[in-house]
């Protein structure tokens, strides 16, 4: 199977967040525990309380103030470095076969791996990454593909490798 696709900065931004999902899962909880710490302070505040109540108040800025920061170098990260890479935003030929993956760049990288070198794969409505034991993850836009072409890279994907 063989498609030619182009990635564009929304589809890299929506398979940095499904290669970092777990990371966003710990930030969110983060933020849910801080929510509960301006809850804890409003109900001190209500009380009367006003030196419990401005501690708490000052722990929950504090720890407000780390997960919004993570998610705002997170997504400055995700543009720079997408405007960094060339070859990501030029098209890209990937060559799907039930052993390997193979791309090409219109910029002249190209690169073939067995699917027993990755590590797993993860999807969305938009789009499937394919990811590296090395940090290194394909980008597959559902968009480019027919949906026979679809159907059978999912195939392939079901059968070579787990899913996360």
Sequence with gaps: MEFTCQ???????????????NKRRLIYGVLFCD??????????AAKGEISTGSAILRQAIIFLAYPVLCLVIYEV?????????????????????PQTVSYTSASGSL?????????????SKRLVIVAFPSNAFL??????????????????????????
């Design 139 to 164: 980008i597959f836009p559902r968009e480019n593909m027919s949906t026979r072409q679809w159907e059978d890279f999912r195939g392939i994907l079901s059968s070579a490798l787990p899913k996360k």
């Design 111 to 123: 690169g073939s791996s067995p699917w027993t070198s990755v590590d797993y794969w993860r999807e």
């Design 77 to 97: 990260w995700a543009f720079l470095s997408y405007q960094k890479n060339r070859n990501i935003k030029r098209e890209i030929t990937y060559q799907i076969t």
């Design 35 to 44: 929510g509960l710490l301006w809850i804890y302070w409003m109900i001190e």
């Design 7 to 21: 990635i564009n900065l929304k589809a890299y931004r929506e398979g940095l967040r499904l290669k970092g999902k």
